[in-house]
């Protein structure tokens, strides 16, 4: 992969709307990171969790950008973001709630606080934001706390034992 | 102890001694429960008389395949001029499973004193703790520990004043199941999508960034400082039926139980007191009906195979199903095995990467034919075509994710038939008096039924 593949037509047409990730301490940041590894290429998931952390989401100019700070191309950049479900690859709510819903769950009454979470949320259905853009509510596969079911996960925290009754409460206590 | 609930009599608690007390996870509280006196021992040893300690105590892995950890570290040549890396599979994404999510929420150093000696064992000055980017408070728990091992120059190019360098990073996924598969892993921290390789190769001839690499579980690693503090043969003296598992090992225990939570005990212990005893039997008014007790990728047992189960990596194949990591999901008798299946197979058809057809296809048929049969329009052809399937899917496919999703709907098919059978001919069977729940009474939860 050759430095600086970027597709100059794509790039002039949004520069006015986009403003780059990694400039000033990001840029630092990653330069710093990428001491840890012998390829440029391996600093990919790292650079796009900052993106993330930065924009909320990983938009197709992010990911032109992504793929010039590594010397990648956007195209390689875009198969990697899609293979990871955690990167978003649209606008979500300031709230991302993922209700975990895999057997483990799903057997201690899972699918009743996905439903929970759709009323009081007002969200219509799973994977779609609320009309105000507060919340996005999705079942997720196995976060990995099986003992404490149902696990939520909002943003970058997870709660434990959650039941449909404690629901509004946690709304109510998300900033 | 079994956080979230207090240690049991019966149990043995040595990596989960600190569980549930905040202090540990600070380096002086670390220091002040014996912390690093075993990279300082380890650092003081050749790499070489490392890896003879860990063999002759037996340990195996503990993240599924139960390789001797000993003998893998063997395969590395510290000093064949290339650069060598250590992987900590910290990717625990296998359902029914959350040990390591305590280990490095409650002792992070224990995991970075693994990491370092593991590192040193095998030659590598650079070892990365991939751990799902689900898992933020672990994640900030180790860098943070990370941080103060720094500091105190028990990492780095001085690493305990030794003048060895030892490099430990934590590296972030960003949520794919596969990605807990070895190679799947390492391309990963490459940077690529996590499609698992072709072996062999095997990682100790080409691994991360095409360099010998060794990969190991969280829990494999922190059993590590205690085998060279105590000894092989202390750690060996652990065991309660088959000689060949040794030490202690974590279940973590959920579904429908009285006390789910993590234990710790000697391999070889008896299944039935585990379940009745350490994690208090069914909840009230209700009976086990099933359980798996390695991870969603290894067999559904009956009640009459669990009881009779002792707890090692022979015990469990002894009875109809496999060790795996020690998740053990427990179904008690409001629950449809169908409905329970189906959805495994939902989670396999889910994170297929889709690099192999029997998987790629295989995975999401097998899903769209148990929604038909949950939701009452299956035929019995349908249960013989799942079979077919199965076979179709295990052994076929470059990893195991393939087999594992082929694993509950084999057992599932074959140890509770009846209740597959009761949803076609429209009985609804008296084990899954579960009602509704045995009906695909959520349709968020199917996909349709498209098959």
């Not at chain 2, 009640?303 to 015990?315: H, I, K, N, Q």
Request: charged share 20%; proline share 5%; glycine share 12%.
């Amino acid at each position: 992969m050759s430095g600086a593949p970027v597709d100059s037509k794509i790039d002039t047409a949004h520069s006015a709307a986009y403003s780059p990730v990694f400039v000033g301490k990001r840029k630092e940041e990653i330069t710093e990171l990428l001491k840890r590894y012998p390829t440029k290429m391996a600093g990919l998931l790292p650079a796009l969790w900052m993106v993330q952390e930065d924009r909320g989401w990983v938009s197709e100019q992010a990911m032109t950008e992504v793929a010039a700070v590594l010397e990648l191309t956007p195209a390689y950049v875009k198969g990697v973001v899609s293979f990871y479900t955690m990167y978003h690859q649209h606008p979500v709510g300031q709230h991302f709630i993922q209700v975990c819903t895999t057997s483990p769950c799903l057997c201690n009454g899972a699918d009743k606080v996905v439903d929970a979470f759709l009323e009081h949320t007002g969200c219509k259905e799973l994977g779609i934001t609320s009309a105000d853009g507060k919340y996005t509510v999705i079942e997720v596969e196995c976060l990995g706390a099986c003992g404490f079911s149902t696990p939520v996960q909002i943003n970058a925290d997870t709660i434990e034992n959650v039941t449909p009754d404690k629901v509004p409460v946690i709304l109510a206590g998300l900033k | 102890m079994g956080y979230p609930q207090k240690s049991h009599p019966r149990e043995t608690p040595v990596l989960s001694k600190h569980f549930g007390e905040g202090e540990g996870r600070s380096l002086d509280g670390w220091k002040k429960r014996g912390g690093y006196k075993a990279l300082e021992i380890a650092l003081n040893m050749t790499p070489a008389q490392i890896v003879d300690i860990v063999k002759a105590s037996g340990l195996r892995g503990r993240g599924g395949a139960g390789f001797p950890t000993g003998v893998k570290w063997s395969f590395m040549k510290p000093g064949d001029g290339k650069p060598h890396y250590l992987l900590c599979n910290a990717d625990e994404s296998e359902p029914g499973t959350f040990k390591d999510r305590e280990i490095m929420r409650w002792t992070p150093h224990a995991l970075v004193e693994g990491c370092a000696i593991g590192a040193y064992a095998i030659g590598a000055e650079t070892a990365y703790i991939y751990i799902r980017g689900e898992f933020q408070e672990p994640i900030d728990r180790m860098e943070a520990a990370l941080k103060e091992a720094y500091a105190a120059n028990i990492l780095g190019s001085n690493a305990m004043g030794t003048g060895k360098t030892i490099n430990v990073y934590v590296h972030k996924g960003a949520g794919a199941y596969i990605c807990g598969e070895e190679t799947a892993l390492m391309e990963s921290l490459e940077g690529k999508r996590g499609n698992p390789r072709i072996k062999p190769p095997f990682p100790a001839v080409s691994g991360a960034f095409g360099q010998p690499t060794t990969i190991n579980n969280v829990e494999t690693l922190v059993a590590v400082p205690h085998i060279l503090v105590n000894g092989a043969e202390w750690y060996k003296a652990m065991c309660l039926s088959n000689p060949k598992s040794t030490g202690t090992k974590l279940f973590s225990v959920c579904g429908n139980i009285s006390r789910p939570g993590n234990y710790e005990i000697v391999l070889g212990f008896p299944f039935k007191d585990f379940l009745y005893d350490l994690c208090g039997g069914p909840t009230t008014g209700r009976r086990f009906k099933a359980i798996i007790p390695g991870g969603a990728s290894v067999p559904i047992q009956t009640m009459d195979e669990a009881e009779a189960t002792l707890m090692d990596y022979e015990g469990f194949v002894a009875q109809g199903t496999m060790l795996g990591s020690g998740g053990v999901i427990v179904f008690d008798d409001a629950q449809s095995i169908p409905r329970q299946v189906a959805r495994l197979t939902r989670f396999f058809a889910h994170e297929s990467c889709g690099q192999c057809t029997q998987c790629r296809e295989g995975t999401s048929w097998t899903t769209r034919i148990l929604d038909r049969i949950v939701a009452g329009q299956g035929t019995y052809e349908d249960l013989d075509t799942l079979l077919e399937m199965a076979e179709n899917m295990t052994g076929k496919t470059i990893c195991v994710l393939s087999d594992s999703c082929a694993a509950p709907v084999v057992s599932g098919l074959q140890k509770f038939r009846h209740e597959f059978e009761a949803l076609i001919t429209g009985k609804r069977s008296s084990q899954s008096a579960g009602g509704s729940q045995a009906t695909a009474g959520s349709s968020k939860l199917t996909v349709g039924a498209g098959a």
